[in-house]
């Protein structure tokens, strides 16, 4: 997926294209011809990124999280800290301190991309606002009325920022156990292109998650939507 950013201040305009794959940034062009390289590794958890100016100089920075993916600082090549921050339950950044990278840095809370101008952090289903912890638009799928958790269909984590993560803004990975990546990307890939052979890809997600979910707790990491899961849609030919 490729998008566009364009933000214009009284001093001009400048524009950033990007690069995602699979609900995860992976490339970032600035107007000036900088380009950003982003590095993931298991669960969702950023390694680095390389910044390579027009003129061909490379830094990389590395990336060093908590548990649940938060970037807290980024240290150079020398191993030097370059940039801080903290965050208040919800998100909101309450302290980002280092060198300009600290700033241009878009991945902050739970590794969500945040969106500089507007304070927002952006998932590819919808916008966040961390300031109300809630999303500025409804759940793309309907409430049920089995899962009363599923009325509010603006509350990010059920609730639970502590031990959730939402990394697409539609399905939530309790515990953090990362393996969210692949569903996320045939979910949405169904409900955009209409494709029958993508719905019936995110049918049998829907039918893994749902016997996951049947199954007796354990205490390991367990996975749940947002809201509920979209009834299947089988049709028969003759």
């Not at 950003?36 to 969702?44: F, I």
Request: charged share 20%; net charge neutral; with cysteine.
């Amino acid at each position: 997926m490729r998008e566009l950013k364009t933000v214009t201040t009284p001093s001009g305009t400048s524009t950033t294209k990007s690069v995602w794959s699979g609900g995860q940034l992976t490339a970032e062009l600035d107007s000036d011809g900088t380009r950003y390289t982003y590095l993931w590794g298991p669960g969702r958890i950023p390694l680095s990124v390389t910044a390579k100016t027009a003129a061909g100089v490379s830094t990389t920075y590395a990336y060093h999280t908590d548990a649940l993916g938060s970037v807290l600082a980024m240290t150079d090549a020398a191993g030097s800290i370059v940039a801080r921050y903290t965050y208040d339950p919800w998100g909101r950044v309450t302290s980002a301190t280092g060198t300009a990278i600290a700033a241009r840095n878009p991945l902050r809370y739970r590794s969500y991309y945040l969106d500089a101008e507007t304070g927002l952090y952006y998932m590819p289903a919808r916008y966040y606002d961390p300031t109300t912890a809630r999303f500025l638009s409804v759940d793309p799928a309907a409430p049920s009325a089995g899962d009363p958790s599923s009325l509010n269909a603006f509350a990010y984590c059920l609730g639970d920022p502590v031990n959730a993560i939402d990394p697409s803004g539609a399905v939530i990975d309790i515990h953090g156990d990362g393996k969210l990546g692949v569903e996320d990307s045939l979910q949405q890939k169904a409900t955009y292109s209409g494709d029958p052979a993508d719905q019936a890809a995110a049918n049998a997600v829907q039918m893994r998650q749902r016997a996951e979910a049947a199954r007796p707790a354990s205490g390991l990491p367990r996975r749940r939507r947002e809201s509920h899961t979209r009834p299947l849609e089988c049709q028969t030919r003759n």
